[in-house]
């Protein structure tokens, strides 16, 4: 059904999305792929252990592991980045000076309350920046498969890992769909894939109303 990987298509999809000149978090996971289908859009994307300006991922022949991401992959900075202590880094965070940030996600609920830090009885490896960008940043978008590996659901009714924090998501991408959160659940604004709408309601672990531009409803139709 995806020509290209899942992960690639929703990184890409994003990429779309942010506007030009926003300051970006990129979390863990599918996030770190987005600078390389920003295709010279003006996007100053921010990582939190203290850089603005990553830049595309680099060549096997100029791997700087000094040079890292918060996911500890290897980045190349853009012309003008400025490179700061972590401090400084959550101040910008805390402060609200982040436009947008993108996180991976263990579960995201109807309403949009995030769970990406602990699973239940596994080791819990550090809460990291989330709990702070999910707080601090103007808009959350997140990036996830659509159905864990084990054939879950993504979004669901209700949270079942630990939450985040209790300030919601704006958008989910997934590789089929974007939903859009509101106060009354989650709502369909687009369709990625060729997937049929009845089978979308079947891998999507709650209800959701369909607001689709109407080349999406001619193609459902």
Do not use: C
């Not at 996830?144 to 998501?169: C, F, M, N």
């Amino acid at each position: 059904m995806l020509s290209q990987s899942k992960k690639v298509i929703i990184a890409k999809r994003i990429a779309e999305e942010l506007e030009e000149g926003s300051i970006v978090n990129l979390g863990v996971g599918i996030p770190t792929k987005i600078p390389d289908y920003l295709d010279g859009k003006n996007v100053h994307l921010h990582s939190e252990n203290g850089l603005i300006g990553i830049g595309p991922k680099p060549s096997k022949e100029n791997l700087n592991m000094d040079l890292i991401s918060a996911s500890k992959n290897p980045i190349t900075m853009e012309k003008g980045a400025a490179i700061f202590d972590s401090a400084s880094s959550f101040a910008m965070i805390r402060g609200g000076h982040i436009d947008v940030a993108v996180l991976g996600i263990l579960q995201v609920d109807k309403f949009g309350e995030i769970s990406n830090w602990s699973i239940p009885g596994e080791p819990i490896l550090g809460v990291g920046g989330a709990i702070d960008l999910i707080a601090g940043a103007n808009k959350i978008y997140l990036a996830s498969i659509h159905q864990s590996k084990y054939g879950e659901p993504k979004l669901i009714e209700k949270l079942t890992y630990p939450s985040s924090g209790v300030r919601r998501a704006d958008k989910l991408f997934t590789e089929h769909a974007v939903f859009r959160f509101t106060e009354e659940g989650p709502e369909l604004i687009e369709i990625i894939s060729d997937i049929s709408l009845e089978e979308l309601f079947e891998i999507t672990g709650t209800d959701f109303t369909v607001n689709l531009p109407e080349r999406h409803r001619t193609q459902i139709n």
